[in-house]
T-cell receptor, first 112, second 114 residues
Framework: AQKVTQAQTEISVVEKEDVTLDCVYETRDTTYYLFWYKQPPSGELVFLIRRNSFDEQNEISGRYSWNFQKSTSSFNFTITASQVVDSAVYFCALSDGQNFVFGPGTRLSVLP | KAGVTQTPRYLIKTRGQQVTLSCSPISGHRSVSWYQQTPGQGLQFLFEYFSETQRNKGNFPGRFSGRQFSNSRSEMNVSTLELGDSALYLC?????????????FGPGTRLTVL
C-alpha cells in the first residue's frame, strides 16, 4: 500500500526565514511519481512540482527547491526567504499510475 | 484559457438524498479526476476518467459513482447521502492519463449533508 507522511502539521516562521517541509513516502513500486501542491486560503490546489522515481535530480525554481532522496524515501520542499504570500497548506502526494495518495498536509504560516 | 470549472459551488442536502456534481475540464484535457477533502480524512482520491472510461477508482463505497461525457465533462453522483459525505469535492483535469502530467484543480464543490 502507498502512504505519504508529512510529520509537520503546522509551521510558523517569520518572513525572510528559510523553511523546509518534510515528506516521506512508502511504496513497493519502482515506477512512481511524487508531487507537491499548495492550497492557499482560497482553497484551490496549485501544482508546484512533479518528479518521477527515476529522476533524483534536485530542482530549484526561484525561491522553491526540492530534494528527492530515494535512499530515505523522502521528497522535501524548501522555501528560501519566505514571504507572507507563501502562507498556505502544502501537500505532498504520490502516484503509481493507479492510485493517487496525498499526505495530510503541512500548514505554513509566514508572519510579517 | 478557461480553468477547471465546477458546479454548483455550494450544496446543502439532507441524509438519504442523492446529489450530482459537475466538472468541466480545461479545453483539450481528456483526463478528469475527483477527490474528496474532509478535515478528518484529508484529501482522498475518488476516481479518474479518461476518454469516457473509468481508469482508476479509490477506496470508496458504491454509493459514489461517476461518468465522463464525449466532451470530457464529468459528473459524480453520491446516492443515499450520509452525514460523513459532507466535504469539499475537488475535480482536476490533465492532458494525459494516470497523472503523468500536471493536474489543474477546480475551486471545488462544498457539500453539506444535514
Amino acid at each position: 500500500a502507498q502512504k505519504v507522511t508529512q510529520a509537520q502539521t503546522e509551521i510558523s516562521v517569520v518572513e525572510k526565514e528559510d523553511v523546509t517541509l518534510d515528506c516521506v513516502y512508502e511504496t513497493r513500486d519502482t515506477t512512481y511519481y511524487l508531487f507537491w501542491y499548495k492550497q492557499p486560503p482560497s482553497g484551490e490546489l496549485v501544482f508546484l512540482i512533479r518528479r518521477n522515481s527515476f529522476d533524483e535530480q534536485n530542482e530549484i525554481s526561484g525561491r522553491y527547491s526540492w530534494n528527492f532522496q530515494k535512499s530515505t524515501s523522502s521528497f522535501n520542499f524548501t522555501i528560501t526567504a519566505s514571504q507572507v504570500v507563501d502562507s498556505a497548506v502544502y501537500f505532498c502526494a504520490l502516484s503509481d499510475g493507479q492510485n493517487f495518495v496525498f499526505g495530510p498536509g503541512t500548514r505554513l504560516s509566514v508572519l510579517p | 484559457k478557461a480553468g477547471v470549472t465546477q458546479t454548483p459551488r455550494y450544496l446543502i442536502k439532507t441524509r438519504g438524498q442523492q446529489v450530482t456534481l459537475s466538472c468541466s475540464p480545461i479545453s483539450g484535457h481528456r483526463s478528469v479526476s475527483w477527490y474528496q477533502q474532509t478535515p478528518g480524512q484529508g484529501l482522498q482520491f475518488l476516481f479518474e476518467y479518461f476518454s469516457e472510461t473509468q481508469r482508476n477508482k479509490g477506496n470508496f463505497p458504491g454509493r459514489f459513482s461517476g461518468r465522463q461525457f464525449s466532451n470530457s465533462r464529468s459528473e459524480m453522483n453520491v446516492s443515499t447521502l450520509e452525514l460523513g459525505d459532507s466535504a469539499l469535492y475537488l475535480c482536476a483535469s490533465s492532458l494525459e492519463v494516470d497523472w503523468v502530467d500536471e493536474q489543474f484543480f477546480g475551486p471545488g464543490t462544498r457539500l453539506t449533508v444535514l
